[in-house]
């Protein structure tokens, strides 16, 4: 049975107004990205899509705050990033998800978890049990948690960087290509969990991507283009 939609009161979380990205060395002085004003819900899922070149990977850095608009402004959850603790920021609201995983390959699945929330200092009664509900959140069954991440597909690796950046309990989660290196099921199976995140749990969900298929089931797509 598809489960409805819950009645959730969306409110702007993430306000991008104006933003521009300007970089200066030796020889350029550049916008990497230029005037681009997006807002983004509470439980929504959203695409950014664009050709090469046209400042995707750059405005994710802005969300991410690994880096700061060097015009206009970036307001998430009503605060200004050039105002907010960007550690706090990156280690408790926002959740990042990559093309590559980015998980540590010596370390299994619940323990790629658990250095998670270790590394945001959540409290929780029992991080193993707490790694295992999230894995079991995102499809994984108990018996992957003690598998080293290299032991497992590509599709349960992203599970496992899904179930790691939900361990703080984030509002949002933004994710780079994170179906590119799958198979078309799994790309599925990925976005389903993506849709949940939102749709039922409230979260603010933002994927770059190429992919026509992510763009097809997300609520709202936002076309970046070129800066001329």
Not at 50 to 74: P, V
Not at 154 to 166: M, N, P, W, Y
Not at 167 to 196: C, H, R, W
Request: one cysteine or more.
């Amino acid at each position: 049975m598809k489960k409805e939609k819950k009645n959730i009161e969306n409110k702007v979380l993430l306000s991008i107004q104006n933003a521009s990205y300007r970089y200066s060395d030796a020889e350029n002085d550049e916008y990497a990205l230029r005037d681009v004003s997006y807002d983004f819900e509470a439980g929504k899922i959203y695409a950014i899509q664009g050709r090469s070149g046209t400042g995707k990977t750059t405005l994710l850095s802005l969300i991410s705050g690994l880096e700061r608009c060097t015009e206009g402004q970036i307001i998430f959850d009503g605060k200004d990033l050039k105002n907010i603790n960007l550690d706090y920021y990156r280690s408790h609201e926002i959740g990042i998800v990559f093309q590559s995983y980015n998980l540590l390959p010596f370390m299994t699945a619940s323990e790629n978890i658990i250095l998670s929330m270790d590394a945001s200092g959540i409290k929780v009664p029992n991080k193993k049990e707490e790694a295992l509900r999230l894995m079991r959140s995102v499809g994984l069954k108990d018996s992957y948690a003690d598998r080293k991440v290299l032991r497992i597909s590509g599709g349960e690796q992203q599970r496992v960087a899904i179930a790691r950046s939900l361990s703080y309990n984030p509002k949002m989660i933004v994710a780079d290509e994170p179906t590119g290196n799958l198979d078309k099921q799994t790309e599925q199976d990925i976005l389903d969990i993506f849709k949940k995140l939102a749709h039922e749990d409230g979260k603010c969900v933002i994927i770059v991507t190429h992919s026509p298929n992510v763009c097809e089931m997300v609520d709202q797509v936002y076309d970046l283009k070129k800066v001329k």
